[in-house]
């Protein structure tokens, strides 16, 4: 049987909805388990350490991939993926042996918290599903849409089965992880027959020097922007010292994640077209963006005016208060739609991104203290929506000042902030309904 014809882009937009999906049904499954609110703030808090702890490298490594496979010659494309296998098995073991070794160190520090249940098998589960995360883009790289939806059905249906089906056996959040370490186990597997498919297994010092000196400001970037979004998380545990109220930030501070995961898909698959076609590559981002915020901007005033009567459902009661974060967390629908990274990464102006971002890491900070001694946790995140708003602003200002790029060459403007008014409008009549 022929299968519908799709492409990259959509079949990268659906793994990443995926993605998302499963994690917000995680939660799902997780609130509804029966399990103490504090049991849950206890997963969330290894989700959290397990984040700052990989975020910025992993996502500086696939942000380079497509830009630094399309500059290899045929031959060096054909040892790409192996050492790139090694360079994320190599780090994970780093990892695992760092976390270990110092955990009286690391759990105190980034969680308030003297021990953590559980930290150990969580560590054996990052070590073990740290190196399939390239598949994705391997597939991209390879062109091989249904290959991308068949990997995203395949792990992250099994990802919710092994989160939820254990709580609701009443087998404990312990079963819960170890059945997520054997998924991570398999995932470890297939990716490596994946290589073996894709690769010569070649080890080639040279490939793995030359693809870290590109990613390595990607991985700073990226570092400083998870210090920017985890700072938030750092500074509720640390000024509340309470896992119930860790956990209803951790469960209102997301953003829509079909918008999360849409755009960041999109803008990956932008860079080949923009690095060839610079020109037309804009168009092209315009265009799309301007098709996908139809989409998600009225998606996220819908949710605007049903995420409080939602959350208790969808979650349970003790989890109201998050509503109201969220609603501000929706307002991030707007900036997400600037995407002047992907301009950047195409025409390989990556510095500018990490210095951009420590901009924006210092008005987090003095914002983030600020609006929470005033405002509580929704001052907090207040904090996250605007400071947000500093990197986009920074990286738009560098393309027309430095390349000659204007805001107006790869974004429509007014139809930008007629849809973004109305947000914000739709979010000022929420307050008042709700």
Same mark, same amino acid.
């Given at each position: 049987?022929?299968?519908?014809?799709?492409?990259?882009?959509?079949?990268?937009?659906?793994?990443?909805?995926?993605?998302?999906?499963?994690?917000?049904?995680?939660?799902?499954?997780?609130?509804?388990?029966?399990?103490? /609110?504090?049991?849950?703030?206890?997963?969330?808090?290894?989700?959290? $350490?397990?984040?700052?702890?990989?975020?910025?490298?992993?996502?500086?490594?696939?942000?380079?991939?497509?830009?630094?496979?399309?500059?290899? =010659?045929?031959?060096?494309?054909?040892?790409?993926?192996?050492?790139?296998?090694?360079?994320?098995?190599? $780090?994970?073991?780093?990892?695992?042996?760092?976390?270990?070794?110092?955990?009286?160190?690391?759990?105190?520090?980034?969680?308030?918290?003297?021990?953590?249940?559980?930290?150990?098998?969580?560590?054996?589960?990052?070590?073990?599903?740290?190196?399939?995360?390239?598949?994705?883009?391997?597939?991209?790289?390879?062109?091989?849409?249904?290959?991308?939806?068949?990997?995203?059905?395949?792990?992250?249906?099994?990802?919710?089965?092994?989160?939820?089906? +254990?709580?609701?056996?009443?087998?404990?959040? #312990?079963?819960?992880?170890?059945?997520?370490?054997?998924?991570?186990?398999?995932?470890?597997?297939? /990716?490596?027959?994946?290589?073996?498919?894709?690769?010569?297994?070649?080890?080639?010092?040279?490939?793995?020097?030359?693809?870290?000196?590109?990613?390595?400001?990607?991985?700073?970037?990226?570092?400083?922007?998870?210090?920017?979004?985890?700072?938030?998380? !750092?500074?509720?545990?640390?000024?509340?010292?309470? #896992?119930?109220?860790?956990?209803?930030?951790?469960?209102?501070?997301? #953003?829509?994640?079909?918008?999360?995961?849409?755009?960041?898909?999109?803008?990956?698959?932008?860079?080949?077209?923009?690095?060839?076609?610079?020109?037309?590559?804009?168009?092209?981002?315009?265009?799309?963006?301007?098709?996908?915020?139809?989409?998600?901007?009225?998606?996220? $005033?819908?949710?605007?005016? $049903?995420?409080?009567?939602?959350?208790? %459902?969808?979650?349970?009661?003790?989890?109201?208060? =998050?509503?109201? %974060?969220?609603?501000?967390?929706?307002?991030?629908?707007?900036?997400?739609?600037?995407? +002047?990274?992907?301009?950047?990464?195409?025409?390989?102006?990556?510095?500018?991104?990490? !210095?951009?971002?420590?901009? #924006?890491?210092?008005?987090?900070?003095?914002?983030?203290?600020?609006?929470?001694?005033?405002?509580?946790?929704?001052?907090?995140? !207040?904090?996250?929506?605007?400071?947000?708003?500093?990197?986009?602003?920074?990286?738009?200002?560098?393309?027309?000042?430095?390349?000659?790029?204007?805001?107006?060459?790869?974004?429509?403007?007014?139809?930008?902030?007629? !849809?973004?008014?109305?947000?914000?409008?739709?979010?000022?009549?929420?307050?008042?309904?709700?």
């Amino acid at each position: 049987m022929k299968l519908p014809t799709v492409t990259t882009t959509r079949a990268l937009q659906l793994f990443q909805v995926m993605r998302q999906g499963a994690v917000l049904l995680g939660s799902v499954l997780l609130a509804k388990s029966g399990l103490a /609110t504090s049991d849950i703030g206890v997963y969330e808090l290894l989700l959290y $350490i397990g984040t700052v702890l990989t975020f910025f490298w992993v996502n500086g490594l696939l942000q380079a991939m497509p830009a630094t496979y399309s500059r290899l =010659s045929a031959e060096d494309q054909q040892d790409f993926f192996f050492n790139n296998f090694l360079v994320f098995a190599g $780090i994970a073991v780093g990892l695992f042996v760092l976390m270990l070794g110092g955990h009286q160190i690391l759990v105190p520090v980034l969680t308030g918290m003297a021990t953590l249940p559980y930290y150990t098998l969580f560590c054996l589960f990052l070590l073990l599903n740290l190196p399939s995360f390239p598949v994705e883009y391997i597939y991209l790289l390879q062109k091989k849409p249904h290959h991308i939806i068949g990997w995203g059905v395949g792990s992250f249906g099994l990802q919710v089965l092994a989160i939820g089906l +254990p709580l609701f056996l009443g087998l404990g959040l #312990e079963r819960s992880l170890q059945a997520m370490v054997l998924l991570a186990a398999l995932k470890f597997a297939y /990716t490596f027959w994946v290589v073996t498919r894709f690769s010569r297994l070649r080890f080639r010092p040279d490939l793995i020097r030359s693809y870290l000196v590109f990613a390595g400001p990607l991985m700073l970037n990226v570092l400083v922007g998870n210090v920017v979004v985890m700072f938030d998380h !750092w500074l509720a545990g640390w000024w509340y010292q309470d #896992e119930a109220v860790f956990a209803i930030f951790r469960y209102g501070a997301r #953003e829509f994640p079909l918008v999360q995961a849409l755009v960041s898909a999109l803008g990956v698959a932008l860079i080949p077209n923009l690095a060839a076609h610079l020109a037309a590559g804009l168009d092209d981002m315009k265009a799309m963006t301007r098709k996908l915020g139809n989409v998600l901007f009225p998606l996220s $005033i819908v949710l605007l005016f $049903i995420s409080k009567p939602l959350f208790p %459902l969808v979650f349970n009661p003790d989890f109201a208060q =998050s509503a109201s %974060l969220f609603n501000i967390y929706m307002l991030m629908t707007a900036s997400r739609l600037w995407l +002047p990274n992907s301009i950047l990464l195409a025409t390989g102006r990556t510095s500018i991104i990490f !210095w951009v971002g420590l901009l #924006e890491l210092a008005c987090k900070v003095v914002s983030g203290f600020v609006l929470l001694y005033f405002f509580g946790l929704p001052g907090l995140a !207040w904090s996250a929506v605007l400071t947000f708003w500093v990197e986009k602003a920074g990286l738009a200002w560098y393309l027309k000042a430095k390349q000659g790029i204007a805001l107006h060459q790869w974004m429509d403007m007014r139809w930008f902030t007629g !849809w973004s008014l109305l947000l914000l409008a739709a979010y000022c009549v929420s307050l008042a309904l709700f």
